[in-house]
Antibody
Framework: EVQLVESGEGLVQTGGSLTLSCAAS????????MHWVRQAPGKGLEYVSG????????FYADSVRGRFTISRDSSKNTLSLQMGSLRVEDMAVYYC??????????????WGQGTLVTVSS | QSVLTQPPSVSGAPGQRVTISCTGS?????????VHWYQHLPGTAPKLLIY???NRPSGVPDRFSASKSGTSASLAITGLQAEDEADYYC???????????FGGGTKLTVL
């Protein structure tokens, strides 16, 4: 059974840093593109970041580029998101999701339950 | 402002049919990018409902269907049930932005 479990929930001040993790089971994470999607309070889903199946390409929303870094540890079957220079607008529930397809047909077939990032000013 | 536009809310009585629209542009849906749909209950993991414009993953009831035409797509739910009450999101890929994009979400209320 495919499972994604996020961790790293926390409260940080603006300008601070936090690292989220996503533990995958039931499949080999390095065989798939993996992504982070967030939902701010009262808002919709927003694409944040992704890494290709071969690890050679990473993707970032303009709002987080240069502040967030996505990576994966194949030995632990884990995806990570290092978040720096956090802003109030980064406060959200962060979901990791497994990608399928390429660019034009890319979608997310399994999602985790999410982990909450709170940023205080 | 989401790249894909959805109505904020729709509603219907049990047993009825509702549709949710998703309007994009020539750089995403109109460019040939597929549209996918997700069902999301707050506090839970979003669930893939439709992929590749009209395909249902295993386990999704055939009450859910979707189509795409031009720069728009739509999700239809027939035989509405109380358990269908959730937020629904469309998603595609935008070639101008070079990233995957979501609609703003539509809250479905079952009356």
């Amino acid at each position: 059974e495919v499972q994604l479990v996020e961790s790293g929930e926390g409260l940080v001040q603006t300008g601070g840093s936090l690292t989220l993790s996503c533990a995958a089971s039931g499949f080999t994470l390095s065989n798939y593109g993996m992504h982070w999607v967030r939902q701010a309070p009262g808002k919709g889903l927003e694409y944040v970041s992704g890494i290709s199946s071969d690890g050679g390409s990473t993707f970032y929303a303009d709002s987080v580029r240069g502040r967030f870094t996505i990576s994966r540890d194949s030995s632990k079957n884990t995806l990570s998101l290092q978040m720096g220079s956090l802003r109030v607008e980064d406060m959200a529930v962060y979901y990791c999701a497994r990608g399928r397809g390429g660019y034009g047909d890319g979608h997310f077939d399994y999602w985790g339950q999410g982990t909450l990032v709170t940023v205080s000013s | 402002q989401s790249v894909l536009t959805q109505p904020p809310s729709v509603s219907g009585a049990p047993g009825q049919r509702v549709t949710i629209s998703c309007t994009g542009s020539s750089s995403n849906i109109g460019a040939g990018s597929d549209v996918h749909w997700y069902q999301h209950l707050p506090g839970t993991a979003p669930k893939l409902l439709i992929y590749g414009n009209s395909n249902r993953p295993s386990g999704v009831p055939d009450r859910f269907s979707a189509s795409k035409s031009g720069t728009s797509a739509s999700l239809a739910i027939t035989g509405l049930q109380a358990e269908d009450e959730a937020d629904y999101y469309c998603q595609s890929y935008d070639s101008s932005l070079s990233r995957w994009v979501f609609g703003g979400g539509t809250k479905l209320t079952v009356l």
